[in-house]
């Protein structure tokens, strides 16, 4: 199974929409959203796969997020989020409250924890959790998106493609 992991997309629907084409091409089967969503028009894009969404710092008008998310069949975890997928236990969060970031992380109860905020792609381990930002689709250089093989635990990272 194939996890596409995205965060702080900030309304960016151009680079949302980009990112979403390489994922499709990926064969991702689920995805998760770590925060800063920005806006409505960004959930709707979603609809070619289950996705879990998570609210950042700068998702002021949750309720209509939560409304679009809901009206687009899609899963809202409010500001964290757990799944079992491929017998893996995930976190997933913003990153914001760090004091919450670092107890998920330091609670050994996850496999992976997914988080956002940073705007800076990175993953490495603590202890037997693997922790990954997949980098932003907004203000990044370069805009990244992340894709994790839940079978072996791999990390791939893909920038954009420069609009042509």
């Known amino acids: 199974m194939r996890l596409g992991v995205i965060s702080d ?3 960016n629907l151009t680079n949302t929409v980009r990112a979403l084409e390489v994922l499709k091409e990926q064969n991702v089967d689920v ?6 969503i920005g806006s409505t028009s960004i959930v709707h894009e979603f609809h070619d ?15 209509l997020l939560r409304h679009a998310i809901k009206d687009a069949g899609q899963s809202c975890h409010d500001r964290f989020g757990e799944l079992e997928l491929n017998g893996k236990n995930i976190a997933f969060l913003h990153s914001d409250d760090r004091q919450l970031f670092e107890e998920t992380i ?8 997914c988080y956002g905020h940073t705007h800076k792609a990175e993953s490495h381990l603590v202890g037997n959790t693997h922790v990954l930002n997949p980098g932003a689709l907004h203000r990044a250089n370069p805009h990244t998106l992340a894709i994790v093989d839940l079978e072996t635990m791999s990390v791939e990272y893909f920038p954009l493609r420069a609009i042509s």
């Open 49 to 63: 796969w289950p996705t879990h969404f998570v609210f950042g710092n700068v998702d002021h008008d949750r309720a």
């Open 9 to 11: 997309t900030h309304s």
């Open 106 to 113: 330091s609670s050994g109860e996850y496999d992976l924890v």
């Open 31 to 36: 995805l998760i959203h770590c925060g800063d």
